[in-house]
């Protein structure tokens, strides 16, 4: 194997990690987002609870 074709490889290898970790990343941010909306109805619906 030559350096050119073993430089290309790391390369590669590191994009490859790089995306993976941008794909975890999204996928963490989703789940924040969702539970932050959940919390906000939940608190909603003990505000509407306690003012009746």
Request: aromatic share 2%; glycine share 10%; charged share 20%.
């Amino acid at each position: 194997m030559t350096a050119k074709n073993f430089a290309r490889l790391g390369a590669v290898l590191a994009a490859l990690l790089v995306l993976s970790a941008c794909g975890n990343t999204i996928r963490g941010l989703g789940r924040d987002t969702a539970n932050t909306v959940d919390a906000t109805k939940d608190a909603g619906h003990r505000i509407a609870r306690a003012a009746n």
